[in-house]
């Protein structure tokens, strides 16, 4: 028997917050491996948001490759190395589970680290600026735009065709990946052609900058967190009504639309 007030041994913990209660259902952080590794690439990340702000409003530290919106930077060789974890990490799981849509995910993160790497839109971009000078200077930008839609379209494509076809676990992997990459294209494409077509003013670069280029860094951190609980913590990504839409696969269409 326990008296009134004495402390019960058998009392249910408190509800969960929501936000963590979202991240360890979307994203494995529940188990300590995944939310440490989580926090120490977040750190790393705040640490180069911090030095890169610190460079454009102090000087200090000095060197141009502190700035997150230069080639070659920290900040885009940290990416480079993400890149290839992402891409490992869900090459690893096609082979595990022999899953072709995990296949179309190592691919567009193998495509993001060779386009930093070769700077192939930008080249893209010099080009078109080239034969296309009636533009003016937003030829560059309409031509960075045009391969990365081109590109892109393929690899959505690609992406597409195999998750409608893929296992029910494979697809609940992919459509979190979705999300994610969403929110990194958000970022990288729609936000930076914004920035350089529209909002090009002095006043607004830094800001725009470190939005763009430091919450890249913060998204595929996300990503690379997600798919190393997947791989190493048997993670399997629980979706909410919202998003339950995104794990749809052949077989359920077959069901919706039988007669």
């Known amino acids: ?3 009134a007030g004495a402390p019960q041994d058998d009392q249910e913990d408190p509800m969960p917050a929501p936000g963590r209660a979202v991240g360890a259902a979307l994203l494995g ?50 990416q480079y190395l993400k890149s290839l974890w992402a891409g490992a990490l869900a090459a690893l799981l096609a082979v595990r589970r022999r899953a072709a849509v995990l296949a179309a995910w190592a691919l567009v993160c193998g ?54 076809r893929a296992a029910a676990r494979d697809r609940a992997v992919s459509a979190v990946l979705v999300v994610l990459f969403g929110v990194l294209v958000l970022l990288g494409i729609v936000l930076d052609a914004v920035h350089h ?23 595929l951190s ?22 339950s839409f995104l794990a749809r696969g052949r077989a359920d269409h077959a069901v919706r639309t039988a007669p």
């Open 197 to 219: 077509t529209i909002l090009d003013v002095p006043a607004l670069d830094v800001p725009l900058t470190t939005l763009e280029d430091g919450g890249e860094l913060v998204a």
């Open 1 to 3: 028997m326990t008296t």
């Open 111 to 164: 495509y993001l680290l060779a386009d930093d790497w070769f700077q192939l839109h930008e080249r893209f971009g010099a080009a078109f600026a080239a034969r296309v000078p009636s533009l003016g200077t937003l030829a560059n930008d309409v031509g960075e735009l045009v391969w990365t839609g081109g590109v892109g379209l393929v690899l959505l494509t690609v992406v597409a065709l195999t998750h409608v």
């Open 222 to 243: 996300v990503i690379v967190t997600f798919l190393f609980a997947v791989a190493f913590t048997a993670h399997e990504p629980v979706l909410g009504r919202r998003l």
């Open 29 to 78: 952080t529940g188990a300590a491996p995944v939310g440490g590794l989580l926090a120490l690439l977040l750190l790393a990340d705040l640490v180069l948001i911090g030095l890169h702000l610190s460079l454009k409003i102090f000087g200090e530290p000095s060197g141009y490759t502190f700035d997150l919106g230069v080639d070659r930077g920290y900040g885009e060789l940290v």
